[in-house]
């Protein structure tokens, strides 16, 4: 079957770095999102990874490791308007878009 | 329109009756999807359609039917509808089916009595 397991909940203080892993296992490969979604709204793109390496994009920063079935989202200089949820969702060899049940991010002062 | 919209916001629906979402983009996107979203499960999907005039099913499909009869505008309808399809629904639409960012509606909430 097809699998993607995220941390449930995640703690971090304003101002800090937080990663939020990602495992996958998959019915082929054909990249890797990172979707944010604040309470009661749409879900927003993030970060797409198809080849190995880290992708940065401002505060945000993505990794992944295809071998491994592996990714992360890297947070710096949190901010109390990155308490969210974050998603994480690859697309298998059908071109959908399999989804994990998502991290929900809270920061505190 | 900016970007893709769904109706109703809300709606508290009777099990057994006829209920149709409404997405509309104007992005001019290929793809559309459409997916539901339950408490501690990740996004489903329900159908897709790559390009108008075609339609998929994703995997949760049983219990919906969806149409693409023109680019923009992809109905999803829940023929009689069940307490087990009480959730959030999300249209999303994407330029492309591979490797492209999808726009996600507002969504529709949905309570089936």
């Known amino acids: 079957g097809q699998n993607i397991d995220q941390p449930t909940e995640m703690t971090a203080t304003e101002g800090a770095i937080v990663q939020i892993n990602c495992t996958y296992q998959?019915?082929?490969?054909?990249?890797l999102f990172w979707y944010q979604q604040h309470a009661g709204e749409a879900p927003t793109f993030l970060s797409y990874?198809?080849l190995d390496g880290l992708e940065e994009k401002g505060r945000f920063s993505s990794f992944l490791s295809r071998s491994k079935g592996y990714s992360y989202l890297l947070l710096k200089e949190l901010q109390m308007k990155d308490s969210a949820s974050y998603l994480c969702?690859?697309?298998?060899?059908?071109?959908?878009?399999?989804w994990g049940a998502g991290t929900k991010l809270i920061i505190k002062p | 329109i900016a970007g893709i919209t769904q109706a109703p916001t809300s709606q508290i629906l009777a099990a057994g009756r006829r209920m149709t979402l409404r997405c509309t983009q104007d992005?001019?996107?290929?793809?559309m999807y459409w997916y539901r979203q339950d408490l501690g499960l990740g996004l489903r999907l329900i159908h897709y359609?790559?390009?108008?005039?075609?339609?998929g099913k994703g995997e949760v499909p049983d219990g919906y039917s969806v149409s693409r009869a023109n680019t923009d505008d992809f109905p999803l309808t829940l023929a009689s509808a069940v307490p087990s399809q009480t959730s959030v629904y999300f249209c999303?639409?994407?330029?492309?089916?591979?490797?492209?960012?999808?726009?996600f509606g507002p969504g529709t909430r949905l309570t089936v009595l």
């Open positions: 969702a690859v697309e298998d060899s059908n071109y959908q878009l399999i």
């Open positions: 999303a639409s994407s330029e492309g089916t591979s490797g492209y960012e999808q726009f």
């Open positions: 990874n198809v």
């Open positions: 992005m001019r996107h290929n793809a």
């Open positions: 998959t019915s082929g490969f054909n990249g």
């Open positions: 359609s790559n390009t108008a005039g075609t339609t």
